[in-house]
């Protein structure tokens, strides 16, 4: 059965430094996202992608957040310089129309 | 805008015992319902989803979900759990008019679920 895959599984990195999750999407899906959920807190979306551009973003999608699709099968989510409260799983989703989405097991990252 | 209130934060309840995990919405629209299970160190996954018909859905693992409109809720139930079913679980909604354009889903805090023997 397809599956959107996440790498790294876990991430450690200084304050300040920027960071690259990668995601694959299942492949014939159109629509990219990526949500994150701090420790106990609920999971809460960041953003949406397609057709190669942003579709909707959060609040909490600010201008040190970059999302890019650079190949036609990866998808990333940079992070500029990284918070302490950068902390958290960071998800990685992907549906067609018409369909629910599909998550990634995360990206756990410690910024420390 | 949606929102969604999980109101047991935990659950604990003994293997075989039937159990009710309750989900209530907000929304201005007409909204598409979901359930997702996270087991421990794994993504989230697809329980069941609720988008028109029967208020009555089935998800995988004897999961089932009743969508109540006028009570805007869409509780999970399942008469007799397994040790296996111990896992976190998140409601979620989606504005209908756009799951068919990749909506968000905006969720819920999640409720624990713990099956003791």
């Known amino acids: 059965e397809p599956e959107v895959t996440q790498t790294p599984s876990h991430q450690v990195t200084q304050m300040g430094q920027e960071v690259i999750l990668r995601c694959v999407p299942i492949?014939?899906?159109?629509?990219f996202y990526w949500y994150r959920q701090i420790l106990g807190q609920k999971v809460e979306f960041l953003v949406s992608?397609?057709?190669?551009?942003?579709?909707?973003k959060s609040e909490i999608f600010d201008d040190q957040f970059s999302v890019e699709r650079p190949d036609g099968s990866n998808f990333t989510l940079k992070i500029r310089s990284t918070k302490l409260e950068d902390s958290a799983m960071y998800f990685c989703?992907?549906?067609?129309?018409?369909?629910?989405?599909?998550f990634g097991q995360g990206t756990r990252l410690t910024v420390v | 805008a949606q929102s969604v209130t999980q109101l047991d934060s935990q659950v604990p309840v003994f293997e075989e015992a039937p159990v009710e995990l309750r989900c209530n919405y907000s929304?201005?629209?007409?909204?598409?319902l979901f359930w997702y299970v996270q087991y421990p160190n794994q993504g989230l996954q697809l329980l069941l989803k609720?988008?028109?018909?029967?208020?009555l859905v089935k998800g995988i693992n004897g999961f089932e979900a009743e969508f109540n409109k006028s009570q805007t809720s869409f509780h999970l139930r399942k008469p007799s759990v397994h040790i296996s079913d111990t896992a976190e679980y998140f409601c979620?909604?989606?504005?209908?008019?756009?799951?068919?354009?990749?909506?968000?889903?905006?969720f819920g805090q999640g409720t624990e679920l713990s099956v003791k023997p």
């Open positions: 929304s201005s629209v007409s909204v598409y």
């Open positions: 989703a992907s549906s067609r129309v018409n369909t629910e989405a599909f």
């Open positions: 979620a909604v989606s504005g209908s008019h756009l799951y068919n354009q990749g909506g968000k889903l905006i």
């Open positions: 492949s014939n899906h159109l629509y």
């Open positions: 992608f397609y057709n190669n551009e942003i579709s909707e």
């Open positions: 609720y988008l028109s018909g029967s208020t």
